[in-house]
């Protein structure tokens, strides 16, 4: 979809090995010959065009049914208060959809080495975005909400755009977990470290980032087959009963959990809970949500479908639909329509969002807003080393 391989960005086959990068199709050349004399040696020694790019659908898939749910999860913030029921279904999605949204991310960051060409990306496909909506978003809140007070900081990212920084943290250090013997134990225990660390602050939400840190590296040690595993009919057999047993689950629980532990923005203490349950919960909710996110893979179809061309539009639908949300909160639609929180009302707003983000996601928004999702941005880097 844009250029630094991400989640967001258009699905290749996925390659076997680690030495291709995730986001091309691997270009296959003819070995060239000795030069020889005449044209048509000189034309037997000029490599083979390159292959045309494949894309695997099912990434696609997994992508658009993931924003949908992160839009309709967004959607229902405002009005599951009176329904104990959405509050269910609301905790269920928290638990898995970013999570997977994580790791599909770290899937496609796994030849990420700091190349100059993949630093160039990378900024361009990811930083330059956080810049320019984390900047219109603060700009939206402060005229569309009446907040003169609302300061423009590249530091304390607002709502939705965490994701896009948090994504550029993780990326630049993908070498590192690359590098050492164990990164998955390691990672959970800095998730856990984080968990119980009040003082790391907001500054870049580094406790999203920390926190969320083990599924964009069990992104990355994935492979090609692991898909192919959870994919199995059995895997979605079994998902079933997962589901029906975490939406009881969630019922149950609904009235008492806080829903701070589904954000992981926050410490155990800043949550008023004891220390040490910042440790519980943190591998709790590992193994809830990636058995959620199994589930959920499980069942997104592997062929293409009449949404499969919206997967490669997903940075679109996750950047615009925040504004849809938080400017029908900013003009008290959720408090003026009080029915919106009846069954009626929520399937409504579900609708809503799922059609709106849907429409974000269509070539037709991708073109028009590649200036801000993909800018070219030549005059900003080196001949020599973009071309490395």
Request: glycine content about 6%; charged content about 15%.
């Amino acid at each position: 979809m844009f250029q630094a391989p991400s989640v967001f960005q258009r699905a290749p086959l996925p390659p076997a090995t680690r030495e291709s990068e995730p986001r091309h199709e691997q270009t296959l050349t003819a070995t060239a010959p000795r030069p020889a004399a005449g044209p048509r040696a000189r034309d037997a020694a000029a490599p083979a065009p390159a292959a045309a790019k494949k894309r695997d659908p099912y990434f696609d898939n997994v992508k658009y049914l993931a924003i949908v749910l992160v839009a309709v999860a967004h959607a229902w913030e405002p009005v599951m208060d009176g329904s104990r029921a959405t509050r269910a279904l609301y905790m269920i999605v928290y638990t898995f959809h970013m999570p997977a949204f994580i790791l599909i991310s770290g899937y496609f960051s796994r030849s990420f080495d700091m190349t100059p060409s993949k630093v160039k990306r990378l900024i361009t496909s990811v930083a330059v975005p956080y810049v320019l909506f984390e900047t219109a978003y603060s700009l939206f809140k402060r005229y569309a909400d009446d907040t003169p007070d609302m300061a423009i900081s590249l530091i304390d990212p607002f709502f939705l755009t965490w994701f896009l920084i948090a994504l550029f943290i993780w990326r630049v250090t993908t070498p590192i977990w690359q590098a050492i013997r164990h990164p998955l134990p390691v990672a959970l225990a800095i998730a856990v470290l984080a968990s119980v660390s009040p003082d790391i602050g907001d500054d870049l939400d580094l406790q999203r980032v920390l926190q969320f840190l083990p599924f964009f590296v069990l992104g990355l040690l994935l492979k090609p087959e692991h898909f192919q595993l959870v994919r199995r009919r059995e895997v979605r057999l079994l998902s079933l009963p997962l589901f029906a047993g975490a939406l009881l689950f969630a019922y149950w629980i609904a009235p008492r959990m806080q829903l701070g532990w589904l954000y992981r923005a926050n410490s155990a203490q800043e949550m008023d809970a004891p220390w040490w349950s910042g440790a519980v919960m943190t591998l709790a909710m590992f193994g809830c949500a990636l058995a959620l996110t199994i589930g959920f893979l499980a069942w997104v179809p592997g062929r293409a479908r009449w949404f499969t061309a919206l997967g490669a539009g997903t940075i679109c639908g996750y950047l615009l639909h925040g504004f849809l949300i938080k400017g029908a909160e900013y003009a008290g639609l959720f408090d003026r329509y009080t029915w919106l929180s009846d069954p009626v009302g929520l399937v409504v707003v579900s609708l809503t969002a799922a059609v709106a983000v849907t429409l974000m996601c269509t070539p037709l928004v991708g073109r028009a807003l590649r200036w801000a999702t993909e800018p070219d941005m030549k005059w900003a880097f080196r001949k020599d080393s973009a071309g490395r």
